[in-house]
């Protein structure tokens, strides 16, 4: 949720010339109820992970990167006979699809319990539903059994992928090369702005690979440490604003490369 506190001091900040947008794990459903609170319908926002780039104002897709057949069968292949119970989420042109392995007969709850979905279709399913509109692949577990799908995903996967932890209970995986980097590097190319007058803000390993491209660097305090150690600087955490005090001070001139 963004506080309406959170949302008066990003409005406050938006000075002339200054172009702002979302960049998320998520759909394009689950972004745009924060588009349209802090109307940013002007700038295209970066969904699934950098796999897509889609206008908010009229829906158009403007990028598009699509996930290898052969990824999502390897991802099934790994997961389906494994102990540890998972969610496979696919997410593409269609709504997102979300399956069970066999060691998980309903849905794998947020906070270590469950909620009961008998017809939630397993892995198995999957082959009959995949298509080639699949633009990424979340994996939802537990949070203590993370690393160890992470290891697992990636012993079967190896280089072919790009494998992010996006949340304490999810990995998300792409094709090599598909990044949230990827995405704002083509978005600032789009827009005509220079890499250096950028700014990034993120909390985990999925928005690493912005830092790389954006000239300016930004983690909240409650960021994973590899993400804290990689940012130029860091403001307070996400319950404390920390957003708006990242654009705060990148719109008064104070947060430079």
């Excluded at 506080?3 to 794990?25: D, F, K, N, Q």
């Excluded at 052969?70 to 997410?91: C, E, F, G, K, R």
């Excluded at 979905?117 to 203590?144: H, N, Q």
């Amino acid at each position: 949720v963004i506080s309406s506190e959170s949302e008066a001091r990003i409005r406050a900040a938006m000075v002339p010339g200054l172009a702002c947008t979302i960049a998320s794990g998520r759909d394009m459903a689950h972004i745009m109820p924060y588009i349209d609170q802090l109307g940013w319908k002007s700038v295209p926002l970066i969904a699934e992970q950098g796999a897509v780039i889609v206008d908010p104002a009229s829906g158009r897709v403007l990028m598009e990167r699509t996930i290898s057949r052969d990824i999502v069968a390897a991802t099934l292949h790994a997961l389906q006979a494994s102990p540890i119970p998972i969610n496979i989420i696919l997410y593409g042109r269609e709504t997102p699809r979300v399956f069970r392995n066999a060691a998980r007969p309903v849905s794998v709850g947020n906070a270590g319990t469950d909620r009961r979905d008998d017809r939630l279709p397993s892995v198995l399913e999957m082959k009959e539903v995949v298509a080639g509109d699949v633009r990424k692949v979340s994996i939802k577990c537990l949070p203590e059994d993370l690393d160890a799908v992470r290891e697992l995903l990636l012993g079967r996967l190896g280089s072919q992928a790009n494998i992010v932890k996006a949340d304490v209970n999810f990995i998300n995986i792409m094709d090599a090369g598909v990044s949230k980097g990827m995405a704002l590097q083509w978005l600032l190319e789009y827009l005509g702005i220079p890499a250096a007058d950028a700014m990034a803000v993120g909390d985990c390993e999925a928005d690493q690979s912005m830092f790389s491209v954006a000239g300016v660097s930004v983690a909240v305090a409650n960021a994973d440490e590899q993400t804290l150690a990689m940012a130029r600087y860091v403001v307070p955490s996400n319950n404390e604003q920390g957003a708006a005090v990242a654009l705060e001070n990148f719109a008064g001139g104070r947060f430079r490369c």
